[in-house]
């Protein structure tokens, strides 16, 4: 049994070390690498993912886990761990005829760029017949490896976020739906006059560069074992918990924009760096899945970050790093600035209110596609009409509207949910983080070491060594609700608003 | 044929794409990568070069190499290159015991660490007995690949340019110390008094960087297909002609630093940016030989960047660049300052005349430990004697002495040596290029596009096809003469120092 287990292990020690020079060569690419060098860059990228794809699925792999399968009892729980995940991995990736996967990379590969045109040109007609194409391979890929009554879409959901599926999504977007399309409409209504205009004022890039060092090591990204710099889309990277870098992109214009990038980035970030070290060797070490990564990076940038009492409390610190424009600015202000909220066509532009909006009507069609078999060409009258429902307004083109988003060109399907739970799950969390703290009075003394040290010790320490649902049970004592997410939009933009809905 | 020669050319691509991504982690890891993550990336390097180590010596890869060795003259060209290179690198890694091989490695990593704190503490009693042992290794490795009659330090001259050996470097040194030694006798008696400290005028980094683009770019490194950052030590890193980088290090009170850094560097990356496209996909297109690489970074920093021509040239472009108290410094003043020369302790911070004195003083040594058994112990004596001879001068303390360098703590004995042949090569080239261009012309004019373009037409472009002897045979029609070298250096430093030899 020693032996299997350490042989295991050290095959899986391989293919992590492969992942992290891919993640080191994925950090260069996207920041600093010649643009002249992408075909080169492509052609190792897909070598290599080739390499780890045939390590995950090798007659070795296979080996081990039959081995491993009869003795799971007698494991260690990082083990165990370490098992299930790869044979999860292993199962997905060796149902499907390896033919049918060379051509759904080759359709997704040529759908991307038809969608690039499509986009740019406000032309959806020529990019439907791929589309359809990626819809009709997805639910054959997805075949293969379905259940026993399963739904081709529940597959995909619990996909992206292990657990998950249409019953919980739809109770949870139903829940959603009831607060929020009612508070965005009077929201609208509102009196209330917000001034985000002087937050346009100019703050220059190095200046902003300082601000970004500042309020990454405040709320506790460890300089030490990391590293900010620039690059087109904000993102965290790491290989390890010593090595967790992040990035974002600076607008004279908008130095906001940036400072939300980091907090946002930086709770992905101290999540990775906060791992304990008994799992940091492992492949557990990267989080336990993408909704609960995005329930750090929400709480940073918008539980933390666009409350009152972080107003209160970071205001007179930003002050020194700002322009003398801003010098007359109250906490206040600035508070009801960067909450500002109203309907909005892009979803990577949308405001903390509205945005779970914008990936409930993806949720619905991606539903409606995969259950009801919507025809792609009905998307652009779908999608407009749900628009004009939710959050009343219709785009004025597809370019604003069902074109918008990369994520169909992927086939990646039942992702975008994912985005939804961020905050919701973080609502979760403070709610219990509230009985042990006082969340609240800490925030606005910017001593944020406790608030981390407890996401820490319920949460980042554990890596993936448990699903979300199992990571709910124990920080929450119950599963996915909306309700303290929706509470708290209800609380936070009434008062902001001076509505009542 | 046809398939042994798709399926060899198909396994080298696949060594060279895991170099590449080594190539991109080494680059990350000496300019941005967090202090922390040292460890976890030494064991990844560690893994990685050894599965490099297992393709380059594996049982397919000598397969294929016995398969090759029977159609060598029916091959096209650019195999038979690869095929050599392939082959020589196989048994130089396969006529060794791997035990061997790994106790060796094993000594010089520990033989680094003493080496480190023996040079802080300036304590060479310390290092003497790890060398010892790691001079007594290099014999014996050595010993498994020597052939009939060969002595051991005539294969170390070989392993870092390929067909030298001591009767050329002896002959070589010889025509250095003929002239330099006398010279620099000559120049420290010399009346001429120049005056260096106007360079020590702060100029910031922002603008320095400005500098830095400004002359690659002038004198042909393609940004398009490169970057410039900062790092501890310059270098010059690359993957493919499509992406090679340079660095350097700046410092507000000497410009002039990563001035001749970027003008260095960007000798060898326009080298690798100028391989032909027929080898461009393959290990032949890194340039031909350490000294051939140092032919070019010395051709572009000393030969054209230290010449009168070249500062009559740049000193108007540069004053934009530079404060207020650069504006009434004359070209000839920047010449003069550039290229003050005397005795000083340390090689990396040598001038261009007394550099090959440096070097000679190793290259005597490392022959007398390897074909006199000079003991260990009697180095620190050998080295000051030497310095004292050569130089006129003797180290207070063996940390500005026989300490200095890192490469024998690192079983690197013959690679000293390659140093001095840059700037030797370099004016081999120069006497050629000047029977088919008005080479002083074009500097004085900046127009160095002809001039590299010679270069690229003779050498760049055929990267590794030749040997270095190959090179000299076709570009000056002879063998290594360091009679260009020494009248280059006797001209110039005679001239800017009012002596005659």
């Given at each position: 049994m020693e032996q299997i287990v350490k042989d295991f292990n050290a095959h899986m020690d391989k293919i992590r070390m492969y992942g992290q020079l891919m993640g080191v060569s994925g950090f260069d690419a996207n920041t600093i690498a010649p643009k002249a060098g992408v075909a080169v860059r492509a052609k190792r990228d897909g070598f290599f993912s080739e390499k780890i794809f045939l390590m995950t699925t090798s007659d070795e792999m296979k080996g081990y886990l039959e081995g491993l399968a009869t003795m799971v009892d007698k494991l260690d729980p990082i083990t165990v761990a370490r098992y299930k995940k790869a044979k999860k991995n292993f199962d997905k990736n060796t149902k499907i005829p390896s033919q049918l996967v060379k051509e759904f990379s080759e359709l997704r590969a040529k759908a991307h760029v038809v969608w690039q045109d499509a986009r740019k040109n406000d032309d959806f007609a020529s990019f439907a017949p791929v589309l359809e194409q990626i819809v009709a391979k997805s639910k054959e890929v997805a075949g293969y490896r379905l259940e026993e009554g399963q739904s081709v879409y529940d597959m995909m959901l619990d996909d992206y976020e292990e657990g998950m599926n249409m019953e919980i999504y739809d109770k949870f977007f139903a829940q959603v739906r009831e607060v929020v399309v009612p508070l965005l409409k009077a929201v609208v209504g509102s009196n209330k006059q917000i001034d985000a205009n002087f937050m346009k004022a100019p703050v220059e890039k190095a200046m902003q560069e300082k601000i970004s060092d500042f309020a990454a090591e405040k709320i506790g990204y460890d300089m030490e074992r990391g590293y900010i710099t620039e690059s087109t889309h904000p993102f965290c990277s790491g290989t390890h918990k010593t090595d967790i870098r992040i990035t974002t992109r600076y607008d004279e214009r908008d130095f906001v924009s940036s400072f939300y990038s980091i907090l946002h980035e930086c709770g992905h970030a101290i999540y990775e760096q906060s791992t304990c070290d008994s799992i940091a060797e492992t492949e557990l070490s990267r989080g336990a899945s993408m909704g609960i990564h995005e329930s750090q990076s929400r709480f940073y940038e918008n539980v933390i970050g666009r409350s009152r009492g972080f107003w209160n409390y970071i205001t007179e610190e930003l002050k020194g790093y700002l322009p003398k424009s801003f010098g007359a600015i109250t906490p206040e202000q600035f508070y009801e600035a960067v909450n500002q909220a109203g309907p909005s066509l892009i979803r990577v532009e949308a405001d903390e209110l509205t945005y779970s909006l914008h990936i409930m009507i993806r949720y619905e069609i991606e539903r409606m596609l995969f259950v009801?078999?919507?025809?792609?060409?009905e998307l652009p009258r779908v999608w407009n009409e749900k628009y004009q429902e939710y959050l009343g307004i219709t785009p004025p083109n597809n370019t604003l509207g069902v074109l918008q988003d990369i994520h169909w060109s992927m086939g990646a399907f039942g992702y975008f949910p994912t985005y939804a739970l961020g905050t919701a799950y973080a609502s979760q969390f403070v709610a219990e983080m509230k009985k042990d703290l006082d969340f609240d009075g800490l925030i606005v003394k910017g001593d944020f070491a406790k608030i981390t040290a407890w996401m820490t010790d319920k949460i980042h320490r554990h890596g993936s060594m448990y699903a979300p649902a199992e990571i709910l049970q124990q920080v929450?004592?119950?599963?996915?609700?909306?309700s303290h997410y929706t509470t708290y939009l209800k609380d936070k933009f009434e008062a902001l608003y001076e509505v009542k809905i």
């Amino acid at each position: 049994m020693e032996q299997i287990v350490k042989d295991f292990n050290a095959h899986m020690d391989k293919i992590r070390m492969y992942g992290q020079l891919m993640g080191v060569s994925g950090f260069d690419a996207n920041t600093i690498a010649p643009k002249a060098g992408v075909a080169v860059r492509a052609k190792r990228d897909g070598f290599f993912s080739e390499k780890i794809f045939l390590m995950t699925t090798s007659d070795e792999m296979k080996g081990y886990l039959e081995g491993l399968a009869t003795m799971v009892d007698k494991l260690d729980p990082i083990t165990v761990a370490r098992y299930k995940k790869a044979k999860k991995n292993f199962d997905k990736n060796t149902k499907i005829p390896s033919q049918l996967v060379k051509e759904f990379s080759e359709l997704r590969a040529k759908a991307h760029v038809v969608w690039q045109d499509a986009r740019k040109n406000d032309d959806f007609a020529s990019f439907a017949p791929v589309l359809e194409q990626i819809v009709a391979k997805s639910k054959e890929v997805a075949g293969y490896r379905l259940e026993e009554g399963q739904s081709v879409y529940d597959m995909m959901l619990d996909d992206y976020e292990e657990g998950m599926n249409m019953e919980i999504y739809d109770k949870f977007f139903a829940q959603v739906r009831e607060v929020v399309v009612p508070l965005l409409k009077a929201v609208v209504g509102s009196n209330k006059q917000i001034d985000a205009n002087f937050m346009k004022a100019p703050v220059e890039k190095a200046m902003q560069e300082k601000i970004s060092d500042f309020a990454a090591e405040k709320i506790g990204y460890d300089m030490e074992r990391g590293y900010i710099t620039e690059s087109t889309h904000p993102f965290c990277s790491g290989t390890h918990k010593t090595d967790i870098r992040i990035t974002t992109r600076y607008d004279e214009r908008d130095f906001v924009s940036s400072f939300y990038s980091i907090l946002h980035e930086c709770g992905h970030a101290i999540y990775e760096q906060s791992t304990c070290d008994s799992i940091a060797e492992t492949e557990l070490s990267r989080g336990a899945s993408m909704g609960i990564h995005e329930s750090q990076s929400r709480f940073y940038e918008n539980v933390i970050g666009r409350s009152r009492g972080f107003w209160n409390y970071i205001t007179e610190e930003l002050k020194g790093y700002l322009p003398k424009s801003f010098g007359a600015i109250t906490p206040e202000q600035f508070y009801e600035a960067v909450n500002q909220a109203g309907p909005s066509l892009i979803r990577v532009e949308a405001d903390e209110l509205t945005y779970s909006l914008h990936i409930m009507i993806r949720y619905e069609i991606e539903r409606m596609l995969f259950v009801d078999n919507l025809p792609v060409s009905e998307l652009p009258r779908v999608w407009n009409e749900k628009y004009q429902e939710y959050l009343g307004i219709t785009p004025p083109n597809n370019t604003l509207g069902v074109l918008q988003d990369i994520h169909w060109s992927m086939g990646a399907f039942g992702y975008f949910p994912t985005y939804a739970l961020g905050t919701a799950y973080a609502s979760q969390f403070v709610a219990e983080m509230k009985k042990d703290l006082d969340f609240d009075g800490l925030i606005v003394k910017g001593d944020f070491a406790k608030i981390t040290a407890w996401m820490t010790d319920k949460i980042h320490r554990h890596g993936s060594m448990y699903a979300p649902a199992e990571i709910l049970q124990q920080v929450c004592g119950g599963g996915l609700d909306a309700s303290h997410y929706t509470t708290y939009l209800k609380d936070k933009f009434e008062a902001l608003y001076e509505v009542k809905i």
